[in-house]
């Protein structure tokens, strides 16, 4: 064009976030090249087109968690009525991990013919700074290619860290590497319990596997821990070890093909060790910000965080270099979160528009084998907001219809609604962990971000017999000490 660039905008990582934005410029009219490049696992575990939700993230995570799930209700079923004549109900781990692959090579396919209807550029190669305006391409047969860009949207997500002790890289794999694992993981030690960790953990369990979590402080740290430890405790119940506060020191392979873990408690000198099959690191995810020489554009990041810094607008301090996604420092990881700064990003540079993106009240799930969604503050946040007296909690047990006849345990079943005291009580924060806590969320989701308030749910007629009713039924606050446990 008249100023010399090849492309009016080139976006380095083709994920939720990137092929969003991608997306979205050319339909304004933008000539767009999007980047994408996976550098293999330590184990050699590579993968497609589309970032970390479509191929090692959400997608074959929640097709894992159905697995599970579906072995649960085989094992209910007999309490309905149905016969089961197999003499052994296991899945296969082979069959289960083809079935998950062949879904995400053909996502991996129709994204890529998508890119090429909607004439975006897609360019298979690990993507640099040389200037502010001028990307390298690299491919994986190591030639170069440069692009000249008007503008640099940066969605280059993480990848999960390894703990730094003798033998992490070497015999431990991360959740890149679990859904295709070419044999069974069995007996699993999971390290790390944010949501990732307690996810592996339960489709393991929910599988067959033996599955032991290693937590180093609380498990779903930053979540509400009231909720987070009802997640714990239904896992708990269904045969998931927690060895709480604690932190590994070492992994080493033994003849039997097994690994020894070393571990001690975060308080204390005794050295403790077990042996598993597979280890599994959930610690956590870096920025892939080190092969991007930032340097040679001048962009900021966050060190400790390996993560680019953004204001409001996405942008870098650089004015014409955005980044979107989980390379940005302090927002939400989560895919639906990615896309739409993404397309909101690509708007903005490409036509008038000003709308920025809202990270406030995201809602999120944890698909632990009792699931738990929620959204807005904890319980926590919103009583360092507002202070203890102005906050008003409803809360309640519950019962799932579908429950009673198999005689599953309910004891975990538990929902909230954290209020602001005063007036109508506006809701700042929902709270479920039960079953199919995400599509009981969603819409809650979109009445906060329409100022629902106490009095309005209180009005609102449920959905019989649903678990989602059991907010509009929520009556009892905690400040008045009565019993949350319904009478039948
Ligand atoms: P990514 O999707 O990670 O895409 C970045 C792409 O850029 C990658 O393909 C990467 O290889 C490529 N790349 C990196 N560096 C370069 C470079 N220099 N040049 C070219 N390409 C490069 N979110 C949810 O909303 N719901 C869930 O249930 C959920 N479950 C998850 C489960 C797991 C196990 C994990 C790991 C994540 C999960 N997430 C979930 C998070 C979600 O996957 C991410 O938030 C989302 O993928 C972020 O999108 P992104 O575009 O920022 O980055
Ligand atoms: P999270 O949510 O950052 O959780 C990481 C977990 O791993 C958490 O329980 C940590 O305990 C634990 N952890 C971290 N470092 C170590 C070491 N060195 N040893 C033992 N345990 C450790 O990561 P996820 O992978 O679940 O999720 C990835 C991202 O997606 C996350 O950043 C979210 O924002 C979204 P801690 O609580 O720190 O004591």
Redesign the pocket.
């Known amino acids: 064009d008249d100023e010399g660039y090849d492309y009016d905008l080139v976006v380095?990582?083709?994920?939720?976030?990137?092929l969003a934005c991608a997306k979205e410029a050319v339909q304004h009219g933008a000539k767009v090249a999007v980047?994408?490049?996976?550098?293999p696992t330590p184990i050699g575990t590579s993968w497609g087109l589309?970032?970390?939700?479509v191929n090692?993230?959400?997608i074959p995570?929640?097709l894992m968690h159905q697995a599970a799930l579906l072995g649960e209700a085989i094992h209910e079923s007999s309490s309905y009525g149905w016969k089961l004549n197999a003499q052994e109900v296991k899945p296969d781990w082979n069959e289960l991990t083809q079935a998950v692959q062949n879904h995400v090579k053909s996502v991996n396919w129709v994204t890529r013919v998508d890119l090429r209807d909607k004439k975006v550029e897609y360019i298979n190669?690990?993507?640099?700074f040389k200037d502010p305006h001028t990307i390298i391409a690299t491919m994986k047969n190591k030639s170069e290619r440069e692009l000249k860009t008007k503008n640099v949207v940066i969605?280059?997500?993480?990848r999960?860290r390894y703990p730094n002790i003798p033998g992490a890289v070497e015999y431990g794999i991360t959740?890149d590497d679990i859904f295709s694992l070419d044999k069974e993981p069995g007996k699993t030690l999971i390290v790390g319990a944010g949501y990732?960790g307690l996810?592996c953990a339960g489709f393991l369990n929910g599988l067959g596997y033996e599955a032991t979590v290693m937590v180093r402080s609380v498990p779903l740290r930053g979540f509400d821990q009231q909720m987070a430890n009802l997640v714990k405790m239904a896992m708990e119940e269904k045969g998931i070890r927690f060895l709480n506060q604690c932190i590994p020191k070492s992994v080493e392979k033994l003849e039997s093909g097994k690994y020894l873990v070393k571990y001690m408690q975060t308080e204390g000198t005794d050295q403790l060790c077990e042996e598993f099959d597979t280890v599994l690191w959930a610690i956590g995810?870096d920025g892939?910000v080190d092969?991007?020489k930032l340097e040679n554009a001048g962009v900021q990041k966050h060190d400790e965080e390996k993560k680019i810094i953004v204001d409001d607008h996405e942008r870098t301090n650089i004015p014409h270099i955005y980044a979107?996604?989980?390379?940005i420092h302090g927002r939400p990881?989560?895919?639906?979160?990615?896309i739409l700064a993404?397309r909101l990003l690509a708007r903005r540079i490409f036509t008038n528009s000003t709308q920025i993106m809202d990270y406030m009240d995201v809602a999120?799930?944890v698909?632990s084998p009792l699931e738990y969604a929620c959204v807005g503050l904890s319980e926590e946040a919103a009583i360092a907001k507002f202070g203890e007296e102005n906050v008003e909690v409803y809360h309640a047990y519950y019962k799932p219809t579908e429950f009673f006849i198999p005689q599953k345990s309910v004891k975990h079943c538990y929902l909230k609604a954290v209020a602001e005291r005063a007036g109508d009580q506006r809701i700042v924060g929902l709270h479920y962990v039960g079953p199919v806590a995400g599509e009981v969320i969603q819409g809650f989701a979109v009445a906060m971000k329409s100022g629902v308030t106490i009095k309005i749910l209180l009005n609102t007629v449920g959905i019989h017999p649903t678990t989602a009713e059991e907010f509009t039924r929520l009556n009892i606050t905690k400040r008045s000490g009565l019993d949350p446990t319904p009478a039948t």
């Open positions: 380095l990582g083709g994920g939720s976030g990137g980047l994408d490049f996976v550098k589309g970032g970390t939700c090692v993230g959400c995570k929640k190669g690990l993507g640099s969605a280059v997500g993480g999960p959740s990732i996810e995810r892939l092969d991007l979107v996604g989980d390379i990881e989560l895919t639906p979160v990615a993404g999120t799930t698909f």
